[in-house]
């Protein structure tokens, strides 16, 4: 938490609390926001939908009166904000979801402690083979937050499956040499 305190300029853990109340309830919400694009501020009213946390921003999706598109807006960049007493009607969010397969790690033993001390995900299972090397199974979605936890790991990881992680990783690598 003392992370996202070292935000200035903005009360942020207030914010995050309304934002979250108007979440919970179903309440509209007024909100300045600096855009990205031009660094401009601009009023907008909008449904929230849910407030998460990606690395270390906080992140609220919504929709602006009058779109049904959904929106992302990040936390540290709402100047002001003011819960209002309308409510609406919950909307369902149509999300873009990636097939979850079968992963497994192996990690050497003299990491052990780096893997069992932490959460790595969500749902997984922890076992070791004849070499007293972990062996760490999951089931996700391949996306760039896994690939670059798994670079991370530098020479202390093998992935045993899927194959089509370690080729998402290879052109992910290939795309960086080309670019630098």
Request: glycine residues 2%; contains cysteine; aromatic residues 14%.
């Amino acid at each position: 938490m003392r992370t996202f305190s070292k935000k200035e300029g903005i009360n942020y853990f207030s914010n995050l609390t309304l934002i979250a109340k108007a979440v919970n309830e179903g309440k509209y919400i007024n909100i300045s926001y600096q855009r990205l694009s031009d660094d401009e501020i601009y009023k907008y009213i909008l449904k929230p939908v849910r407030l998460f946390c990606s690395g270390y921003n906080w992140i609220l999706h919504a929709f602006k009166e009058g779109e049904d598109i959904l929106k992302s807006f990040y936390v540290t960049r709402i100047k002001s904000i003011a819960l209002k007493d309308r409510k609406f009607k919950s909307l369902p969010v149509i999300e873009e979801k990636k097939e979850a397969v079968k992963m497994m790690f192996r990690f050497p033993a003299e990491i052990m402690s780096e893997i069992n001390d932490k959460i790595w995900f969500d749902d997984f299972t922890i076992s070791y083979d004849e070499k007293s090397s972990m062996i760490l199974e999951t089931k996700q979605e391949i996306t760039i937050r896994l690939a670059t936890w798994c670079i991370s790991w530098w020479d202390k990881i093998e992935i045993l499956e899927p194959k089509a992680l370690v080729i998402f990783i290879n052109e992910m690598i290939e795309s960086f040499k080309k670019n630098n």
